[in-house]
């Protein structure tokens, strides 16, 4: 059974930088047609699609967090990782890996069980 | 501010029928992308709980139902049971500027 599992600091100071890696078990990252992604959640609000990067290193970002997100993969350790640039009070959320849907016919459907990051001095 | 706009809490009384609306735009659900929807319990991951033309993944019961008509679609709950009082969020894929997967605001449902 595929799971995903998050780790990485949680708590990071304003405008450093928040990095995560999510850790894939129960398969091989590079197998079938996915890419992994990172959704977040602030506190009581709702889900935020980051990016998503498939294994061979190609790269998604949201429009609005693009010029301070930066996807990586490894695939020999089945990982992919988040970093977000800049943090500030408003970057705090529960932070998700989650296989992407490998077409706008399908939902995300593993989840890893989340992250909280919060952001202060 | 979500690019797909739910309500923020609806009711019901057990074995009541509730629905949860979401809509979006003709980028969106109005383009003929396909709407999902995921349920969160407290402290949880969402879980994907109906995707496509209502496709259930396994374990789901069909109490859960969709529908979709133009820029909006609806998650319909039948036989209302205490253990479906959860937030519930609807995706969909977003053609716009850069295109890419857009949430609801999510939907905090309450089993009176």
Known sequence: ?121 | QSVLTQPPSVSGAPGQRVTISCTGSSSNIGAGYDVHWYQQLPGTAPKLLIYGNNKRPSGVPDRFSVSKSGTSASLAITGLQAEDEADYYCQSYDSGLSGFWVFGGGTKLTVL
């Open chain 1, 1 to 121: 059974q595929l799971q995903l599992q998050e780790s990485g600091p949680g708590l990071v100071r304003p405008s450093e930088t928040l990095s995560l890696t999510c850790t894939v078990s129960g398969g091989s990252i590079t197998s079938s047609n996915y890419d992994w992604g990172w959704i977040r959640q602030p506190p009581g609000k709702g889900l935020e699609y980051i990016g998503s990067i498939y294994y061979s290193g190609s790269t998604y970002y949201n429009p609005s967090l693009k010029s301070r997100v930066t996807m990586s993969v490894d695939p020999s350790k089945n990982q992919f990782a988040l970093r977000l640039s800049s943090v500030t009070a408003a970057d705090a959320a529960v932070y998700y890996c989650a296989r992407c849907p490998p077409t706008s016919r399908d939902g995300f459907d593993v989840w890893g069980q989340g992250k909280m990051v919060s952001v202060s001095s």
